[in-house]
């Protein structure tokens, strides 16, 4: 992904949207869970970056953060409600299973409700994460007021 | 005076904390997070007239619990998210100091392993929220076995 796209949200119960896919591989794993790369001794040693503290910690590979598919959640749920995401926003999410270096995440959601407000109405969403077997690692809920433009 | 060490983390009781984190972020970490996560939208670049703003997820990273200065974890015990809910109140912008603070909420059993809640608030230098999230982590050991439930009055 590289931006929004310029496609109008749809919002409609029962509607799904699906977010683009991306491959956490180790590079982009590190670049997350690493640290800062100015800071010494980079990339700090943890379960998500050493296989050795992987292994320490009873994990048999690598796992990327579950805040890293989180992440990708997040940037669809921008890529709907826009700015609105960063004042009204809330997202509740279970982890799964552990995802590993080298698969995939893509993101989905779900229309399930509308919730009727003052000003704008609150749209909430069934929410989850998928490696590339397609089998679910994340899954929530999200909501957040619509958009202006997406309000008949 | 010797200065006892901090607890360890599956050893909290509700109601304790973790040290809180005062922290900034830079326009280089923000961008480091871009590429981890391919997500190079314009308003975490910035522009001449308005400063980039961090990109939520490094709030969440920001505001994980091992990001205390006091939080460790007891040898042979690892630790990962179980669940998490978040409420994002106000952008956060690049450079802006921001502190973090933690809170235990609960400490549970579920089918044989140790859980913590955690409250975890976010705020800018005006005291402003920016982010406060709930989240439930679980404690394994790579023994299989649980790490004790802690008792409630523990002086740490």
């Known amino acids: 992904m590289t ?5 109008a949200p749809v ?12 491959k956490l591989t180790m590079a982009r794993t590190l670049a997350f869970s690493g640290g800062a790369l100015d800071e010494p ?3 700090q040693q943890n379960l998500h970056t050493s296989r050795d503290k992987a292994l320490e910690a009873g994990l048999d590979a690598i796992i990327a953060s579950g805040t890293q598919s989180e992440g990708l959640l997040i ?24 995802v590993r270096v080298g698969d995939s995440v893509r ?46 | 005076m010797e200065v ?26 923000n961008q480091q997070f871009l590429f981890a996560l391919e997500d190079y939208r314009q308003e975490y670049l910035g522009t001449h007239e308005r400063p980039a703003i961090v990109h939520p997820v490094l709030l969440l990273h920001m505001s994980a619990r091992t990001r205390s200065p006091s939080f460790r974890l007891a040898p042979g015990i690892g630790s990962v998210f179980a669940r998490d809910v978040v409420e994002f109140s106000r952008h956060a912008l690049v450079d802006e100091p921001l502190t973090v603070c933690w809170t235990i909420l609960d400490v549970y059993e579920r089918r044989g392993r140790l859980y913590q809640a955690l409250d975890t608030v976010v705020i800018n230098d005006e005291g402003q929220q920016v982010l406060r999230r709930e ?20 002086t740490p």
């Open chain 1, 41 to 43: 001794g980079w990339p």
């Open chain 2, 135 to 154: 989240a439930h982590s679980v404690f394994f050991t790579d023994s299989g076995v649980l790490p004790t439930k802690p008792v409630s009055g523990r």
């Open chain 2, 4 to 29: 006892a060490p901090f607890p360890f983390a599956h050893e909290l009781t509700p109601g304790e904390s973790y040290a809180p984190l005062q922290f900034r972020i830079s326009p280089e970490v």
């Open chain 1, 11 to 22: 919002f409609e119960i029962g509607r799904i949207v699906v977010g683009r896919t991306l």
């Open chain 1, 75 to 98: 940037g669809l749920l921008i890529d709907t409600f826009g700015d609105r995401w960063h004042r009204a926003g809330t997202l509740e999410v279970r982890f799964l299973k552990p």
């Open chain 1, 107 to 152: 993101p989905g959601l779900r229309w399930s409700n509308r919730v009727d407000g003052l000003d704008s109405p609150r749209w909430v969403a069934d929410v989850w994460c998928e490696n590339g077997a397609g089998v679910r690692v994340v899954e929530g809920t999200a909501s957040c007021i619509a958009p202006e433009d997406s309000l008949a």
């Open chain 1, 3 to 7: 931006g929004p796209s310029n496609q």
